[in-house]
Nanobody, 121 residues
Framework: QVQLVESGGGLVKDGGSLRLSCVVS????????MAWFRQAPGKEREFVAS????????DYTDSVKGRFTISRDNTKSTVYLQMNTLKPEDTAVYYC??????????????WGQGTQVTVSS
């Protein structure tokens, strides 16, 4: 059974930074495409960023380009989301997700429990 466990959320001021981590177990991590999604109160869950299994390719939603960086360490079965220049509109529950297929912004099979990120103005 695949398990994804996120950590690193918290409260930060406008313009601040946070780094989220997600540790994966139960599958060969290097075979999985990894992604981050987020869901703000009253809104649908949205795609944030993804990274290919070999770590070469990335995909970002426009609103985070230049501010967020997704990375992975296949030796630690961990994916990260470095978030810089945070804005109040980045406030959401952030979810780590995994898929056997690269190149998608939906249809991820495995999900973490989520971690809250709150950006105060």
């Amino acid at each position: 059974q695949v398990q994804l466990v996120e950590s690193g959320g918290g409260l930060v001021k406008d313009g601040g930074s946070l780094r989220l981590s997600c540790v994966v177990s139960g599958r060969t991590f290097s075979s999985l495409a990894m992604a981050w999604f987020r869901q703000a109160p009253g809104k649908e869950r949205e795609f944030v960023a993804s990274r290919s299994p070999n770590g070469v390719y990335t995909d970002y939603t426009d609103s985070v380009k230049g501010r967020f960086t997704i990375s992975r360490d296949n030796t630690k079965s961990t994916v990260y989301l470095q978030m810089n220049t945070l804005k109040p509109e980045d406030t959401a529950v952030y979810y780590c997700a995994a898929s056997s297929f690269w190149g998608r912004r939906s249809g991820y099979s495995y999900w973490g429990q989520g971690t809250q990120v709150t950006v105060s103005s």
